[in-house]
């Protein structure tokens, strides 16, 4: 039996693609999905200012996907559900196993990334 979503799940849906529209923000939640990090960690490994991670890490936070945990002077990340990144995981096959290497599909992503 197939299953059909609400209309709610796409509104909601849209939101949190629009937040995850950024390559960084996904490299984040990446790089905190199995141990926490401090923004210290994240500015070394993105290669990116402090400001930008911490902006970053403040819209996901905001959005309820990442938590934070105090210990001293420092600020510990960590992704509160790694479901979030499976999209990220099935596209990225897609791209490797050649499944949206298609003439057809390939002229559409790129027109719709354009966009």
Same mark, same amino acid.
């Given at each position: 039996?197939? =299953? ?8 909601? /849906? ?15 939640? /990446?790089? *905190?999905?199995? =141990?926490?990090?401090?923004? =210290? ?48 995981? *099935? ?10 290497s ?11 990334i354009?966009?």
């Open positions: 039996m197939k =299953e059909l979503l609400p209309k709610i799940a796409f509104i909601n /849906n849209a939101k949190i693609y629009k937040l995850l529209a950024n390559e960084k923000r996904l490299e984040i939640l /990446n790089n *905190i999905k199995f =141990e926490e990090k401090r923004v =210290e960690e994240l500015v070394r490994i993105l290669g990116v200012s402090k400001a930008n991670v911490s902006q970053h890490l403040a819209l996901l936070r905001h959005a309820g996907l990442v938590t934070t945990r105090r210990k001293g002077l420092n600020v510990y990340y960590k992704i509160v559900d790694a479901e979030i990144v499976k999209p990220c995981v *099935i596209l990225y096959n897609l791209w490797i196993s050649g499944g949206m298609q003439p057809r599909l390939r002229s559409k992503v790129k027109t719709l354009a966009k």
